[in-house]
């Protein structure tokens, strides 16, 4: 069974930084793409960021650009979202995917298993 844990979510101040990691337990995704999205309530699920298979590519959606960097540790089984330079509209539940291609989708349509979100709060 395929299992996708995030953590690293909490409060922190506007201009400040965190680091979420999604571990990944039940098989091996090196060779698939993976996302982290971000849904705000009553708002579809947007990707924040994609790596592709291996790390040979990357996705930033314009917001993220800059400020976040998204990064895989294959050995590990686990994808990480540093967040930098974070704002108070950075506010909401993040959430990481995989998906059984190795290419990168920026639709969530594209992800075949989620994990069960991580809260982001930024305070002003």
């Known amino acids: 069974q395929v299992q996708l844990v995030e953590s690293g979510g909490g409060l922190v101040q506007a201009g400040g930084s965190l680091r979420l990691s999604c571990e990944i337990s039940g098989r091996t995704f090196s060779g698939n793409a993976m996302g982290w999205f971000r849904q705000a309530p009553n708002k579809e699920r947007n990707l924040v960021a994609g790596?592709?298979?291996?790390?040979?590519?990357?996705y930033y959606a314009d917001f993220a650009k800059g400020r976040f960097t998204i990064s895989r540790d294959d050995a590990k089984n686990t994808v990480y979202l540093q967040m930098n330079s974070l704002k108070p509209e950075d506010t909401t539940v993040y959430y990481c995917?995989?998906?059984?291609?190795?290419?990168?989708?920026?639709?969530?349509?594209?992800?075949?298993?989620w994990g069960q979100g991580t809260q982001v709060t930024v305070s002003s």
């Open positions: 995917a995989a998906s059984t291609s190795g290419t990168i989708y920026e639709r969530e349509d594209g992800y075949n298993y």
């Open positions: 790596i592709g298979r291996w790390g040979e590519d990357t």
